[in-house]
């Protein structure tokens, strides 16, 4: 694992790989924010980036997770492996979401999604980022303490920096929206046609 922060401004990790007692020399991306036209959701608010700390396996499925909207419904099950994570909302808020499991005798794998306004750290280096931070330091500067005193934490800095919540909250595309495109993009192809002659157009 490694070493994730959030203080209401920033979210900001370490770029280290530990695996099999040891941190790997390769650098690698532990922040991520949707695609163009991609739409994430956590709890029914718009999630704008997410910073996961786990085997690069994981990255994917969450994605995918956060691409259906992610609540405490999801189904657990597709995620390989532990690992935490930090998922920032549009409202500012961020959310810890952990691996669990339901009860002893029932061993299902589900999701602990906790929101927070204030500031929050996961990952081995936790303890150290969220010390600092209680004193009023920023999320930069608790990984930076984390790197230097957690074995399992290291490399650079990542920083993503959260922007001022909308006016007005956002919400999930329609499949109404698509359709209206769609017919759109119809009535293109239909004057194009028009203007052609007798170019074919083939419509996909």
Not at 98 to 111: F, G, H, P, R, T
Not at 114 to 136: E, I, R
Not at 171 to 186: G, M, W
């Amino acid at each position: 694992m490694s070493t994730a922060a959030f203080d209401g401004k920033l979210l900001v990790t370490d770029s280290a790989i530990h695996t099999g007692g040891q941190i790997s020399p390769s650098e690698f991306r532990k922040i991520y924010t949707p695609e163009e036209n991609e739409y994430w959701e956590i709890c029914g608010v718009k999630a704008i980036a997410f910073a996961l700390v786990g085997t690069p396996i994981v990255y994917p499925q969450f994605r995918k997770v956060l691409q259906e909207g992610m609540d405490h419904s999801s189904d657990a099950t597709v995620f390989d492996g532990s690992f935490e994570a930090i998922v920032v909302g549009e409202n500012g808020a961020g959310y810890q979401i952990i691996l669990a499991e339901s009860n002893k005798d029932v061993k299902k794998q589900i999701l602990q999604i906790v929101p927070a306004t204030g500031f929050l750290a996961v990952g081995d280096g936790d303890q150290f980022a969220l010390a600092v931070m209680s004193v009023g330091k920023s999320a930069r500067v608790g990984v930076k303490a984390a790197i230097n005193l957690c074995i399992e934490s290291g490399g650079n800095l990542q920083v993503f920096e959260v922007p001022p919540p909308p006016e007005t909250p956002s919400v999930r595309p329609t499949a109404t929206k698509t359709a209206e495109t769609i017919e759109k993009l119809e009535q293109a192809v239909g004057e194009l046609e028009k203007l052609t002659g007798d170019v074919k157009v083939t419509k996909f």
